[in-house]
C-alpha cells in the first residue's frame, strides 16, 4: 500500500479484544523493533483518533495537530503528514492502517476512499488470521475472533474447562435458539486419514470406480425418495443436481483419465475433487461457490463406495448442536434430525442447500463461522442464536438462563397460540383482517399449516431460480405452482414472478456489471428483458391457475409502461393457452407490488390496471430512505415506520380503496408488533409475513379496535419521526392490554422497553 499510495510508511495497529490499546503490529518504513512494542490508548494521538472516531484521519502537518502524540521508538519524527483509517468490522473497531509521507503532503479524496476500502478488505482477514493464530498457539482459547467475550471465570482445570464464553459471529441462516452439547459432524472428505490398497492395473481400478459411482448413483436414488417422503418434494428435488453431477459427462471424463494416469481409484476421485475446489473457491458469487457442496456430497459418497466404509456416526444426544464443515443436504438424511438442535457450519453461505432444508425444517442454523470446529470442543455446551448468527461457547450461567428463558417463551407462545390456529384474526370489534405467509418453498407448506396461516400472500420463485442457476424449466415451475396450489386450495396462493437481482443475484441471469444493481435490470426488468422465460412462468402460473386460487403478482413495477408491457406479456400468453385449449382462470387477479416509491405515488392510475396492490415494504423502505437494504453500515437508517415510508403506503391504500381493488401487505414489518395497530388503521386488510410469526400477529390483532388504530395511524401519520412512530406503536400495545398477555406480554414489554430507552 506504502507504494500505491506512494507514502514512505504503511503501519497497522491493532487492538485486542477487551482491550483499550492499539499496538503498532506491522510497519513499513517506520523502526521494526516497534512493532509490538508501541501501545497508545484510543484516547491518543492521530492513529487513536480514527478509532476514536470510527472515521479517517487526514492530517497534512501532524506534529502541529494537538492529537499527536511522539513515539521515539518508531523515529516517526522524521514524518510530516498522515492518513489513518479504522478498521472495522461489523462495527466494532479492530484496528488503524496508517500511512505516513517525508514530506508534507494533502491527501485526496480518491486516495481517501481507496485506502479505507483496503481497510475494508483488510478487517476479516485480521480477524482470521488471529482466530488461526489462537487456534494454533493453544487450546484454552479465550479470545474470540469478533470483538467480544463474555468474560466469566469458571475456576475448573484449564486443560479441560475453557475459562471464559467464547463468543464467534458467523452468518444467520436460519433462525431460533438452541442450547445444548456440542457434536462434531467430522469432515467425512478427510481423505488424508483413510486407508486404501489400489488393486493390480488400472483398468481394474478403473472398473471398481465406475462400478462405485453406479452404486453411488443408486444410493442417491432411494436418500432422494426417502428425503422426499420425510421433508417434502424439495427435498428430494435439491438431490437432482447431485444426480446431475454424478450422470456428467465431463466428471466421468475426468475421472478415468486420473485413474488411468494414477492407476488408483482413490487418487483420481480425490484429485478430481480437489480440482473442483480449487475452481469453485475462485468463484466470486457466494451462491455458486457454495454449489461445490454438492459435488463433495456426491465425491463422498463414490468413495464411501470404493473403500467398502461408510461415515460412522456416534448418536446424538437430544438437542446436539451440530458443529460441521459444511451443511450438506445428505446430512439431513443421515443425521437422526429430530434430536438436532441446531446447524453451525464453518464454512459455506445462507444459500447452500443444506441451509434452506434448516429454514425450511425450523432448525437454528449458522453458517460461516470461522475457527469454530477447532474451537468447539464436543460435548461442551453451547447456545445457537440463528437470527443473530451467533454462537456462545461454554456460556456462563447467566448466558444460558438468559437465552433459556427466551427460548422458552417463544416455543410456549408458539405452542400456545398454534393450538388456536383455527380462530380467525378480527379485531375485537369484529374486523375481519388476512393473516397469510410468505413462502418460497413447497416444504414451507407444512409451517404454513402448522402456524394456521389462511393462505399464502407472497410465494417467492427465486429458489427455484437459485437452485437451477438460472431460469427454470417451464415444466419444473407449473410442477411446483401446481403443488403448491392444490395443497392449498381453497385457500389463496399469490405467485409473485421473478424477483431476481438486486439482494437475489445470480451470476449468469446478470447482464453486465451493474454500478447500482439495486436500481438495475433486476425484477419485471429482467424479465421483460427476456420475455420468453418471462412468458414461460406465466404460462406455468396459469396451468396452475385452474385450481381456482391462485393470483399473480408482479415485482418492482416503477412505471403505468411497465405494468402494461407485463399485462400485455399475459394476455398474449393467455390467448396462446386459449388457442392450444389449455385450461386455465381466465379471471387470475394480477397483482402489482408497490415496493417502489414511483409506484406508490402513482398508485391511481396503477390501480386502473391492476386488480390488487400487495406493499412490499422492505424495498419500499429501502428505495424511499435511499439505504441499502443489505448494507450494515447504513442499517441504522432503515425503518419501515419512518413517516415518509408511512405516507407512502397510506397513499396507495387510499388509491386501492378509490379503484375498489383489495390491497396487502407483505414486507418484514408487517409481523412488527409496533406496525400491526398503525398498518391496520390504515387500512391494510391482509398482512402477510413469515409463518411463524402468524400466530403472535393474531393475537395482537384480536386485542385492538378499529377506532383506535384509527386514531393512532392518523397520528403516526401526521408523526416528523420514526422515533414518534414507534412509540405510537407502543402506546397501541400497550393501551390494548397486551403487555400483559400470558404467551406474548414479556416479549412485547421488552420492544416497548426498547422503544422507551431510544426516547
Ligand atoms: C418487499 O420488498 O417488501 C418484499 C416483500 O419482497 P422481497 O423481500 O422479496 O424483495
Ligand atoms: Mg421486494
Known sequence: MAKRLATDVCSVYLQEPDRPDLTLSATVGLL???????????????????AERRAPVVVERAREHPRYRYFPETGEERFASLMA???????????VLVVQTLEERAFERHEVESFLTCAQLIAPIVVNARLISIVGQSDES????????????????????????????????????AIGPVYHLGNPLDLASLDYLPGESAQSEERDLMHAVGEARRELDAVREDLGDRFGPDFSAVLNAQVQILEDKGLLAKLRREVRDTASAFEALRNVL????????????????????????????????LIGERQHLQPLSQGAIVVTDNILPSHFARLEIEKVGAIVSEHGGPTSHGAIFARTLEIPA????????????????????????????????????????????????IDHLDALRDRPAETADGRRIALTANCGLMGDLRLVDRHGAEGVGLFRTEMLALVHRGFPEEEEQEQLYDRVAAALAPRPLTIRTLDLGGDKEIANLRSAHQD??????????????????????????????????????????????????A????????????VDHTPFDTDIPVGVMIEVPSA????????????????????LTQYTLAVDRGNEDVAHLYDPLHPAVLALIDRSVRAARRAGIPVSLCGEVATNPLAIPILLGIGIGELSGTPSAVPIVKEIVHALTSADTEAQARRACAASTAQEVHRIGAECLEGAGLLEHPDIGPWLVSIVQSVTADD
Open 32 to 50: 521494526e523493533e516497534a512493532v509490538g512494542r508501541v501501545k497508545l490508548p484510543v484516547s491518543e494521538g492521530l492513529v487513536g483518533l480514527a
Open 567 to 578: 399485462k400485455q406479456l399475459i394476455d398474449e400468453t393467455k390467448e396462446q393457452l386459449r
Open 366 to 413: 449458522v453458517t460461516g463461522v470461522p475457527g469454530i470446529q477447532q474451537a468447539a470442543r464436543a460435548g461442551e455446551t453451547a447456545i445457537v442464536d440463528g437470527a443473530e448468527g451467533l454462537v456462545h461457547l461454554a456460556p456462563d450461567e447467566r448466558l444460558v438462563e438468559e437465552y433459556e428463558k427466551a427460548r422458552q417463551h417463544y416455543e410456549i407462545a
Open 85 to 95: 483509517v479504522p478498521l472495522l468490522l461489523r462495527g466494532s473497531t479492530i484496528g
Open 516 to 565: 447500482n444493481p439495486q436500481l438495475g435490470k433486476r425484477s419485471i426488468r429482467l424479465s421483460l428483458a427476456n420475455p420468453a422465460a418471462f412468458r414461460a412462468q406465466v404460462r406455468a402460473i396459469l396451468r396452475a391457475s385452474t385450481r381456482g386460487n391462485v393470483r399473480l403478482l408482479l415485482p418492482m413495477i416503477s412505471s403505468r409502461h411497465e405494468l402494461q408491457s
Open 142 to 177: 479465550t479470545v474470540a475472533a469478533g470483538s467480544t467475550s463474555a468474560g466469566v471465570q469458571t475456576g475448573e482445570s484449564a486443560r479441560v474447562q475453557r475459562t471464559r464464553t467464547q463468543r464467534l459471529q458467523g452468518t444467520s441462516a436460519a433462525r431460533g435458539i
Open 600 to 619: 406508490a405515488l402513482i398508485a391511481d392510475v396503477l390501480a386502473q390496471d391492476c386488480d390488487f396492490f400487495s406493499i412490499g415494504t422492505n424495498d
Open 274 to 305: 480437489a480440482g473442483y475446489r480449487e475452481t469453485f473457491a475462485r468463484i466470486e458469487d457466494p451462491y455458486f461457490r457454495d454449489r461445490i457442496l454438492d459435488v463433495e456430497d456426491v465425491g463422498r459418497r463414490v468413495m464411501e463406495q
